[in-house]
Antibody, heavy 116, light 110 residues
Framework: EVQLVESGGGLVKPGGSLRLSCAAS????????MNWVRQAPGKGLEWVAS????????SYADSMRGRCTVSRDNGKNTMYLHLSSLRADDTAVYYC?????????WGQGTLLTVSS | QSVLTQSPSASGPPGQRVTISCSGS????????VKWYQQLPGTAPRLLIK???QRPSGVPDRFSASKSGTSASLAIGGLQSEDEADYYC???????????FGPGTKVTVV
């Protein structure tokens, strides 16, 4: 069974940084592209970043470029999202998703709240 | 402002057919496949339509999708109470070099 489990969310002050993790199981993690998608409270879905199977192709949404870094450790079946210079409008549930160009599995998400 | 546009809401009684539209441009829907995602209240999104009109296993065949030019649509035939959810269209955008989602359509069964 495919499982994606996000962690690392919490309350962060504006200007702070945080690293989110996504632990994958139930499939060959090292051969698939992985992605982050976020959803602000009461809002729609927003793609954040994607990373190819061997990290040779990485892309970011314009809204996040320069403030986030996506990475992965295929030996640990885990993807990461490092966020910095956080703002209130970064408050959202961050979902880990599998696949490209189809996001066929989603985790349950981890909530990041940016507030003083 | 979303690159893809969707009507904010749709509704109908049980058994009725409901159609949701998604409008884009030549850089997204016009040249790339459209995916549809369903988000039930309080849950994570799930893939509903893989690529234009392909359903993953487990998705009822009352869900169907189509695309024409720079627009796409999702139809729910025989609306059921468990279909109450937000529905999002999505596609890769060649100009933005990234994925774009529509703002979502809330479907209500009245």
């Amino acid at each position: 069974e495919v499982q994606l489990v996000e962690s690392g969310g919490g309350l962060v002050k504006p200007g702070g940084s945080l690293r989110l993790s996504c632990a994958a199981s139930g499939f060959s993690f090292s051969v698939v592209t992985m992605n982050w998608v976020r959803q602000a409270p009461g809002k729609g879905l927003e793609w954040v970043a994607s990373i190819s199977s061997h990290s040779d192709y990485i892309s970011y949404a314009d809204s996040m470029r320069g403030r986030c870094t996506v990475s992965r450790d295929n030996g640990k079946n885990t993807m990461y999202l490092h966020l910095s210079s956080l703002r209130a409008d970064d408050t959202a549930v961050y979902y880990c998703t599998r696949g490209d160009p189809i996001f066929d599995y989603w985790g349950q998400g981890t909530l990041l709240t940016v507030s003083s | 402002q979303s690159v893809l546009t969707q009507s904010p809401s749709a509704s109908g009684p049980p058994g009725q057919r409901v159609t949701i539209s998604c409008s884009g441009s030549s850089s997204n829907i016009g040249t790339n496949t459209v995916k549809w995602y369903q988000q039930l209240p309080g849950t994570a999104p799930r893939l509903l339509i893989k690529s234009n009109n392909q359903r993953p296993s487990g998705v009822p065949d009352r869900f169907s999708a189509s695309k024409s030019g720079t627009s796409a649509s999702l139809a729910i035939g025989g609306l059921q109470s468990e279909d109450e959810a937000d529905y999002y269209c999505a596609a890769w955008d060649d100009s933005l070099n990234g994925y774009v989602f529509g703002p979502g359509t809330k479907v209500t069964v009245v």
